[in-house]
């Protein structure tokens, strides 16, 4: 399918238009560090990227709006051995919390937040995982990380609050954290005999980073949307695939030539996520449709006006109502 250059600028530009001022200036100042940050020999410039990093301290002792924040070390013996002292953030809610979930980027401000309004609004005790990163570590760190931690908190009565039932588990995750979680809950349903207690019943996918080899129509057609961009998203499977490998690698196509048979496997039950004006829309609904022909329980959700990693800007009306669905979900399996 093809589309002229023209039309492809005036949708990107109707993209950027329908934003606030507010969300447009912050997509384009860390939009400009990343692409700044990327070193040309497959480097992050790490000290750059500090500057739009900004971290949020656990807050223990000093609920804020009801919700407390820990940071916990997993054992990094827990499984695989691969977890070398990593941190874990626990957002304890007003009771009653009703599963842990794993997440995504434990101190960056952004996502403290809405950890926090996730733990508030479901309730429910949001565990996230700092798993290492790449191009420094590179695949299959990111997937062993969170498996160790599903294992930590099997093995480790103490590692979450007595009221937390481990037995109702959601793994969650937006972009390349909705990446994480499904491959972590592929794993998690081959290796469920290792688990006593710990059971993900549920998979809460934010905009799934997923790619191939082929150009799909929405990469072509949103070519320069906000955050993601056919360049970008070349550059980051490059820095995170192993040597050798392309796109079409299972970590990254997960629906294509050499895409892991889920169908005889106990995968829970997923909410996908979608963005009209996100150039991954094409890999993400192929991946919805891919899990309901491996006869597997998936609802999808879209937004039709929303770009890649609308839910992390809180002026946008979107954010709110993603997470009322996230809450009615949640109650629902």
Known sequence: MTTSSSSNSQTVASVW?????????????LSKLTDSARRADGTINRRLLSFIDFKSSPTPTAPVKGVTTSDVTVDPLASSGSVSSSPIRRRLPPPPPSCPSSYLNPASFAYDTVGRKFARKIPAVVVSVNYRLCPEHRYPSQYDDGFDVLTFLDRNDDALPKNA????CFLAGDSAGANVAHHVAVRAAREKDRFRVVKPVGLISIQPFFGGEVRVESEIRLQGAPLVSITRTDWLWK???????????EAANVTGPNAVDISGLDYPSTLVFVGGFDPLLDWQKRYYQWLKKSGKEAKLIEYPNSIHAFYVFPELPESNQLISQVKDFVASV
């Open 17 to 29: 238009a329908s934003l606030p001022w507010k969300t447009r200036l912050s997509l384009w100042v």
């Open 165 to 168: 039932d481990r037995s109702r």
């Open 239 to 249: 820095a995170f695939l192993p040597d050798g490998s392309d796109r079409d690698h």
